[in-house]
Nanobody, 121 residues
Framework: QLQASGGGLVQAGCSLRLSCAAFGRTLSTYIMGWFRQAPGKEREFVTAISVSGGSTYYADSVKGRFAISKDYAKNTVYLQMNSLKIEDTAVYYC????????????????WGKGTLVTVSS
């Protein structure tokens, strides 16, 4: 249902855009979000966008640097990551959720396979 791509190795301060290709009516049915998991750490919320696209939510650690968007025509969700930091290094996962709780995706219907982002100094 979901396929993430766009990860790679970048230097700190640079930008990267991740894509999450969805299938069927996923974008018009589910809240879409990005999570990440750094080595040795638990998976954490990064950002989410409402079904209508009118509302977005961000973790404090990425607010002002990352931006989530979606393109219904391409059936794709994007994560634009600017001013990357070493601590942004992680495997990034996209997800389709049935609801939001406290601004966080909850009751995940689908997970995409992760894409690795490595930020070097």
């Amino acid at each position: 249902q979901l396929q993430a791509s766009g990860g790679g190795l970048v230097q700190a301060g640079c930008s990267l855009r991740l894509s999450c290709a969805a299938f069927g009516r996923t974008l018009s049915t589910y809240i879409m979000g990005w999570f990440r998991q750094a080595p040795g750490k638990e998976r954490e919320f990064v950002t989410a966008i409402s079904v209508s696209g009118g509302s977005t939510y961000y973790a404090d650690s990425v607010k002002g640097r990352f931006a989530i968007s979606k393109d219904y025509a391409k059936n794709t969700v994007y994560l634009q990551m600017n001013s990357l930091k070493i601590e942004d290094t992680a495997v990034y996962y996209c997800a389709a959720a049935r609801t939001l709780v406290g601004g966080r995706p909850y009751d995940i219907a689908y997970w995409g396979k992760g894409t690795l982002v490595t930020v070097s100094s």
